[in-house]
């Protein structure tokens, strides 16, 4: 039936146009955005996922800001005990050169104390952003230093923030409270180093640390002069032998926190890669898909235009019936 009051045909071609439109304002806006999903109206579950992984990207990239502090303190550190290693081989090849026979003792003092100021001043001096893991002039000695490595959500979306934790008592050089407790500053006993001990104790230490009278050494501090004997110069030797080895224990130790802190930080960085990849196939939109969507939506409207214009022209036939 033909109806000059209702025109179904338009009405069919105009309900269609409408849908297409709104597809394509769908897919213009994913090719604009770049996002499948932009919102929650789009995909709730997608949508409240993505928002959350974001969220603990974002405190992922300060856990990495955090590492990269961490780990600047570390290489300081390393950096200023490897150079002190190196120091000190040099005091114990001097102490070895003492034992020679009528060799002048007074003149190797003198290097002696040049290697000895060089030792405080690397002491001093590794320090990064406040911290000096060598030298300590706290009260009660240095404690342990904590570094931020990871940020944490567990299945019950519990959040948390995980910690390197570094043992800083053992790589302390110098201590100007306690003199026992630096590396460089403690009493050896001399006597102990021998492979037969007498029992009598025979302690030295390397570095005046200019402690507290409470916190000082009490024993004799490795220098030469021109009365110094034999034997006092070879427990010299043994005790700065003694100080290299833990020397070079500390610097081991630092070494793997090193290695700790370089690796987590690699892992930080390559987790954040992970997450962003894996928010982008939630809600990331095809493009190579949305754009061939979108040429034929605007097919379909051209074809949609043609048709509605056809129905509404159909009314205008019936004109004809009424002409003479």
Do not use: C
């Not at 297409?20 to 770049?34: C, D, F, L, P």
């Not at 300590?136 to 910690?163: C, P, Y």
């Not at 302690?203 to 002069?225: K, R």
């Not at 930080?265 to 979108?294: K, P, W, Y």
């Amino acid at each position: 039936m033909t109806s000059i009051m209702t025109n179904a045909a338009a009405m069919a071609a105009l309900q269609t146009l409408r849908n297409i439109n709104m597809h394509m304002e769908t897919t213009q806006a994913r090719v604009s955005s770049g996002y499948r999903v932009e919102n929650a109206a789009d995909n709730a579950a997608y949508w409240s996922i993505a928002t959350t992984m974001r969220s603990d990207n974002k405190a992922l990239s300060t856990v990495s800001d955090a590492i990269g502090l961490g780990a600047a303190k570390v290489d300081v550190a390393y950096t200023g005990l490897n150079n002190a290693i190196k120091v000190v081989d040099e005091i114990k090849a001097k102490l070895v050169a003492a034992t020679e026979p009528a060799v002048d003792r007074v003149k190797i003092n003198s290097e002696l104390t040049e290697l000895k100021n060089q030792l405080r001043s690397t002491a001093e001096s590794a320090s990064f952003s406040g911290e000096n893991w060598l030298y300590s002039t706290a009260v009660g000695g240095a404690g342990t230093a904590q570094i931020v490595a990871s940020f944490n959500r567990s299945s019950d979306g519990k959040v948390s923030v995980g910690t390197l934790d570094v043992d800083v008592s053992a790589t302390v050089l110098i201590d100007t409270d306690s003199a026992a407790r630096g590396l460089l500053t403690g009493d050896i006993d001399a006597d102990a180093l021998l492979a037969a001990p007498t029992g009598t104790a025979d302690y030295y230490f390397l570095i005046d640390a200019a402690a507290t009278t409470a916190g000082a050494a009490t024993g004799t501090e490795i220098a030469l002069s021109a009365t110094t004997t034999d034997a006092e110069v070879s427990a010299m030797l043994r005790v700065a032998d003694n100080i290299l080895e833990s020397l070079t224990d500390a610097a081991s130790s630092l070494g793997a926190v090193k290695s700790r802190v370089d690796m987590q930080n690699d892992f930080v960085n390559t987790l954040m890669d992970a997450i962003t990849e894996g928010v982008g196939r939630l809600v990331d939109a095809d493009m190579n898909q949305e754009s061939t969507r979108l040429k034929a939506l605007q097919t379909q409207q051209q074809l949609g235009i043609q048709a509605l214009s056809i129905a509404n022209n159909s009314s205008q036939n019936i004109l004809a019936l009424f002409r003479q």
